[in-house]
């Protein structure tokens, strides 16, 4: 009687940009950057290789891959004031806050790299972000312990100076193990890009007003904090935590899950492209095996992890939605075992995350064709109706 009209509209499917960087085939369980298998990169190669590969289009050569590796080992470092900037912030502020704050200002400390066309200035605002993000990320976890920082050590890999400037301090000499580095080294190549993810998919639609790269990374680093995004490895270890305390079995948080009950949801299960097991999660679980094997570590919520897989695999509720482990249901256990505190696992995913950000932006910058378009909507609100002045209403 409202002469309201309702759309039948079922959910409307539309591509959203062109991109030559990542493609993923979501049914068969396919990742390839330009082309490459994420199975041949996660094993042969290193994530300043991969990153030189998503943002140039090739893999480097000894010298590309030396020159790149330089440039970025000469930026590592943050100007002064912006490393007093990070200790305005409280002690408990969330790192992810941190970190999006101080991409942000990246912008006003270096202004002569804010075009969008100037491609040396490109270049520069790319080594720069490349560089500092993993200072700015070990800054901020430094800052919730209350820790004093250290100053990059360039003679280090991007890896490992993140490592010793996250868990080194100025009174003993830190000695990156290289288990570790080589595990982390691979989770970052496994994170680096996913195609039209939420976070990379607004670091597009951002850059795509010709905001300068610092702004718009800064607002993927909000859309990735999100709990069913990025957010996503630290609420695994959240929800493997409550199981653990709870009286609650595995069977019986399952059957909470399959009601819907409360809300709850299986983390780390479940995505919107792959409706097969996620390629990386498979060799997430690999490294993790290996690396805990190394480091002793024998942990319960890893026990956990693996009865609520093996049931979901099993189980028809799981099965006809296509619910399949992805990248972030076991990132968290390693990271845990690394060391790092559940609120540093997004920034985690954030550091890996940023050559396929940066790839994405500078793709749309160079080639129009591969802009994100406006998004469209189907309008499903009131039709046209005539204004009733307050005191008639
Ligand atoms: C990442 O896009 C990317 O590429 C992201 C990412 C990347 O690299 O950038 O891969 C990284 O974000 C991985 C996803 C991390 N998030 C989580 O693990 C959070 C838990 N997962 C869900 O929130 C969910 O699976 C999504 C959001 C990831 C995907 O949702 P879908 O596939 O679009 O499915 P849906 O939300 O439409 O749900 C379909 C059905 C529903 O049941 P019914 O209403 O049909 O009865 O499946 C159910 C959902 O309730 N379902 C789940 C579930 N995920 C979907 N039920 C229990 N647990 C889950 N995790």
Request: hydrophobic share 40%; net charge negative; charged share 25%.
């Amino acid at each position: 009687e409202t002469g309201n009209v309702t759309l039948d509209v079922g959910y409307v499917n539309t591509a959203s940009c062109q991109s030559a960087i990542t493609y993923i085939d979501g049914g068969a369980g396919i990742l390839r950057y330009r082309g490459y298998p994420i199975e041949q990169l996660a094993k042969g190669s290193t994530f300043l290789e991969v990153s030189y590969l998503l943002i140039y289009g090739e893999l480097p050569t000894t010298q590309q891959l030396e020159e790149f590796t330089g440039k970025v080992q000469r930026h590592t470092m943050l100007q002064e004031d912006l490393k007093n900037l990070l200790s305005a912030f409280p002690r408990d502020a969330h790192p992810m806050s941190v970190l999006s704050a101080a991409v942000s200002a990246l912008g006003t400390f270096y202004q002569d790299s804010l075009s969008i066309t100037d491609k040396d200035q490109i270049e520069l605002s790319t080594i720069r972000l490349l560089a500092k993000l993993p200072t700015i990320a070990a800054y901020a976890y430094k800052k919730s312990e209350g820790q004093p920082l250290l100053y990059p050590d360039n003679s280090l890999g991007l890896v490992e100076n993140f490592l010793r400037l996250t868990f080194g301090f100025p009174a003993e000499k830190y000695d990156v193990d290289p288990v570790m580095a080589k595990a982390l080294d691979q989770l970052f190549i496994l994170h680096a890009d996913h195609e039209q993810n939420c976070s990379a998919s607004t670091v597009r639609l951002v850059g795509s007003a010709h905001a300068n790269l610092f702004a718009s990374v800064s607002a993927g680093i909000h859309a990735l904090s999100g709990p069913l995004h990025g957010g996503a490895n630290s609420a695994v270890l959240d929800m493997l935590g409550e199981i653990q305390r709870g009286d609650d079995s595995v069977e019986t948080f399952m059957k909470k899950v399959k009601n819907k009950e409360d809300g709850v949801k299986l983390m780390g299960f479940g995505h919107r492209v792959y409706k097969n097991y996620d390629p990386r999660a498979a060799i997430v679980k690999q490294t993790m095996d290996e690396l805990l094997k190394k480091l002793g570590v024998n942990d319960p919520l890893l026990d956990i992890a693996l009865q609520l897989e093996e049931i979901a695999l099993k189980d028809d509720y799981f099965v006809e939605r296509k619910l399949y482990p992805n990248v972030d249901f076991y990132t968290g256990l390693i990271y845990k075992a690394m060391g790092f505190p559940t609120r540093m696992f997004t920034v985690l995913f954030a550091i890996g995350r940023l050559p396929g950000w940066v790839a994405q932006w500078r793709e749309m910058m160079e080639d129009p064709a591969t802009k994100i378009g406006r998004p469209r909507q189907i309008y499903i609100g009131e039709t046209e109706r005539q204004f009733v002045p307050l005191d008639k209403r």
